[in-house]
């Protein structure tokens, strides 16, 4: 008990996050060996990482009290593009400030819509999913762009120190995520203006920038995803992402992040989105068939939420 | 033997936690009279009625309904004994037609179970033919003025079969014409044997369609008048007249140069042509009713919400507010009426809270330096003795005089010249209100400048060094507290005499 009292309000929701994920691992562990080898454990931090990239965009923009629909649909944009790119024999390097570009500049759009246009969230980002799908449609006439260089694919299956490349990625992001979101203006203005705009208003926060950046984010964080996905398949498809947005939505809500906004800490999302990538693998593993599979994890998402909200009340 | 009385109320008490609301109220309602309930904001009539309509429980005392005693636990209860009550803030479903409104909830059914549309249509027109009301009853409520609203939801009243109509500031928004509607309707109420009891803050309007008049003052009744033997005089005075109890600590302080000048602020149909000046070291009170347009004046010079036409000088020099965001860097400060909505973010720490408008000042390139972060709320926090377990505390869980300090903290932050406090003390216990003056003293005897809005008359002439009254968005009148009273102050916000002292 004492041990708690040492950890930081903040980080205590936390803790129960991860009692989950610890007793999912157990549950599988006890049902399968096989579950706990090196081998899978590191293919689960491979599947992971790019759903826990694109549930950082997330948190922020929830925390903002806001919600982005339109991950999945940029992240295949910014994919599709990307590619282009690369075939064009621009360097890869270039390639991936294109992508990460194409995603910021329409999380930007969305931000603009719902900052000045007043738009709710759920609309603008309803709107742009469509949008950023078609326009990934367009980019390659419905096909999928394939092929590409060693040193490319090298970002999704190489590894350095026997750790996949993208799970330092993910690290790494997750990282300076925490520290923008507890440590910097942009972070601090997404809690105040999730937690209550007009006071922010009033306290001189310029929102409409804010809300500008903070989309942004989310758009930038899927174009990084994008570039990850399509090194891993070697193919860059314009149909590819669809439904990415439940799963971030998801891991950034077990991780505790409230959907009225305000609340919210990345270490949640990422426990968020191992627990999502937990149960797809052991379920897998199990030979679960993935129709059951998607009601098992719709119920632990609801299930999440419940007892998060049951605890919640009882406190007060 | 029948009981000429509709509604008896004998010793009624509503204790909130710290507060007496209402004190010992005792109350009779006549069937077939407009009986008028005056007082200050504050003053209990909120309370009362909501006690009367099941919007708040009563902490002891007796309610007589008909000449039963009853206990009125919830609103449904209340329609259910025939009280109905009409608040400012009018209870209707927007999209939803005049009929379909009327019988929410309660919607007559044909044997196979559908809404009877064709008796409904029926029984509403009756309804508005009888009051005199040419509103088609299939028209939707969103394409009413207020005042066929109103008419709506008195139909409404009527279709419940009530016996009491309490009307809550019915006139505030409509026009002389529509009063004069309103009023014919309420007399054919009154013919009906309905008793109403009518809130208002309008005085000549008392006299024109109330039958006996109750005074409230402090939770207490201070006086219960048929209207006819009263003048308007005494009214105010009984409303107004209240002992100054409270300790004022004021200091005062050498007003010096002058740091703001409003020119002609106009906006339409709420700031007529404002004008005054305020200067350093100096509190200026602002007094006026609810919806005078005294907050709305403080949102103007806050950048909050434009002005149609007007200038505002600071230090002599023209400027432009355009936005909270460039009053902050013209050194305004603004605590608004209510904290919790938009003074705090209160899932915020109070750390958090307080770095917010400032937090220019402890930012590098976009990072916030969390040494200087906890220095400076920790300096205000022991210098305004806000009481918190840490400076992580959420806001939420704070006392409400502490949360005032961390909004004030704040702006101290800031290095506010003019700091506009709107309702400061509401809802604060006496000990904290007593340190939120002495604050007030201490940034006046720094050269900062205050306006303070108060609806609390003595609050108003116990720190003021001079008093505007707003008045239907009109400054009515300026005073000096030493040369004037509380009589004087509430006559001239009732817009009862426009004398200027």
């Not at chain 2, 279709?159 to 109509?165: E, N, R």
């Not at chain 2, 048929?226 to 009984?238: A, G, H, N, Q, W």
């Not at chain 2, 919790?340 to 915020?348: A, D, N, R, S």
Request: hydrophobic share 45%; glycine share 10%; with cysteine.
């Amino acid at each position: 008990m004492q041990l708690i009292e040492r950890i930081p309000v903040y980080y205590r929701r936390q803790l129960g996050t991860l009692l989950g994920l610890l007793g999912l691992i157990l549950i599988f562990w006890i049902m399968t060996p096989y579950f706990l080898t090196p081998s899978n454990l590191l293919n689960i931090a491979r599947q992971t990482s790019i759903n826990a990239i694109i549930a950082i965009g997330l948190t922020f923009v929830i925390i903002a009290g806001g919600i982005d629909l339109s991950v999945g649909s940029m992240l295949a944009f910014a994919g599709v593009v990307t590619a282009g790119a690369l075939n064009l024999g621009i360097p890869i390097l270039g390639s991936m400030i294109i992508g990460i570009s194409v995603g910021f500049l329409c999380g930007a759009v969305n931000g603009v819509l719902i900052a000045w246009g007043h738009l709710p969230p759920f609309i603008a980002t309803l709107g742009m999913m469509s949008i950023a799908r078609g326009a990934a449609l367009l980019f390659t006439g419905g096909r999928p762009i394939s092929g590409f260089s060693v040193s490319f694919r090298f970002l999704a299956e190489g590894d350095f120190l026997s750790l996949p490349i993208p799970v330092y990625i993910m690290i790494g992001l997750y990282v300076v995520g925490h520290f923008v979101l507890t440590r910097t203006k942009i972070g601090r203005y997404a809690y105040a203006i999730g937690g209550n705009e007009e006071a922010a208003v009033l306290s001189g926060v310029p929102v409409k920038i804010y809300k500008l950046i903070i989309y942004g984010i989310s758009g930038a964080l899927s174009g990084i995803a994008a570039i990850l996905l399509t090194a891993r398949l070697n193919s860059a498809q314009p149909i590819a992402g669809i439904m990415y947005e439940l799963d971030a939505i998801a891991a950034a809500v077990i991780g505790g992040t409230s959907l009225m906004g305000g609340e919210g800490l990345l270490i949640g999302t990422l426990i968020g989105a191992l627990i999502m990538g937990v149960l797809r693998n052991g379920l897998n593993i199990l030979g679960i068939s993935s129709f059951i599979q998607q009601t098992i994890i719709g119920t632990v998402i609801i299930l999440a939420v419940l007892i998060d909200m049951f605890l919640k009340r009882r406190k007060k | 033997m029948l009981n000429e009385y509709l509604l008896e109320m004998h010793h009624i008490n509503k204790i909130y936690p710290g507060v007496v609301a209402l004190d010992d109220v005792s109350f009779k309602l006549k069937a077939g009279m407009v009986h008028v309930l005056l007082g200050e904001n504050g003053a209990g009539k909120s309370t009362l009625i909501k006690i009367i309509s099941g919007a708040t429980l009563k902490s002891q005392g007796l309610i007589i309904l008909d000449n039963e005693e009853v206990d009125i636990l919830n609103p449904r209860e209340a329609l259910d004994l025939g009280v109905a009550t009409i608040y400012q803030e009018l209870n209707l479903v927007p999209q939803l037609t005049v009929a379909e409104n009327i019988y929410l909830g309660r919607e007559p059914v044909t044997k196979s179970g559908l809404i009877d549309q064709k008796r409904m249509m029926q029984d509403v027109t009756e309804i508005l033919n009888s009051l005199g009301a040419n509103i088609p009853p299939e028209s939707k409520v969103s394409s009413l003025g207020i005042a066929r609203q109103q008419m709506v939801e008195i139909a409404k009243a009527i279709s419940i079969q009530m016996k009491i109509l309490i009307l809550d500031e019915p006139t505030s928004a409509l026009s002389h014409h529509e009063i004069e509607q309103l009023f014919s309707v309420i007399r054919k109420l009154k013919e009906n044997g309905i008793g109403i009891i009518y809130i208002s803050h309008r005085l000549e309007e008392i006299f024109e369609i109330g039958d006996c008049v109750t005074v409230l003052r402090d939770g207490k009744v201070m006086g219960n008048f048929p209207v006819e033997s009263v003048k308007l005089s005494e009214l105010i005075r009984l409303m107004a007249d209240r002992e100054v109890h409270d300790h004022f600590p004021k200091q005062e302080a050498k007003p010096g140069a002058e740091i703001l000048q409003v020119e002609h602020i106009s906006r339409k149909g709420i700031l007529h042509d404002i004008s005054f000046s305020l200067h350093k070291g100096e509190i200026l009170g602002i007094s006026g009713l609810m919806g005078s347009g005294r907050t709305e004046l403080a949102r103007v010079l806050f950048g909050v919400e434009k002005a149609d036409t007007g200038t505002i000088f600071l230090n002599k020099k023209e400027v432009r507010i355009d936005s909270p965001r460039e009053a902050i860097q013209n050194r305004i400060a603004y605590l608004s009426e209510d904290r919790k909505v938009q003074g705090l973010i209160l899932k915020m720490s109070l750390e958090n809270n307080i770095s917010l408008p400032g937090i220019k000042g402890i930012t590098v390139i976009g990072i916030i330096r969390k040494e200087a972060e906890h220095r400076l709320a920790g300096r205000y926090v022991n210098e305004l003795h806000i009481k918190a377990t840490g400076l992580d505390q959420l806001a939420e869980s704070l006392s409400g005089g502490n949360q005032q300090k961390v909004v004030i903290a704040k702006w101290l932050v800031c290095q506010s010249d003019i700091f506009i406090f709107d309702e400061p003390t509401r809802g604060i216990d006496v000990a904290a209100k007593v340190e939120i003056y002495h604050l007030m003293n201490q940034l006046t005897a720094r050269g900062a400048a205050i306006i303070m809005i108060s609806s609390e008359l003595p609050e108003i002439m116990g720190m003021s060094d001079r008093i505007l009254v707003i008045s239907y968005g009109r400054i009515a009148g300026e005073f000096l507290p030493k040369y004037c009273s509380q009589e004087n102050l509430l006559e001239c916000a009732l817009g009862v005499d426009h004398a200027v002292n």
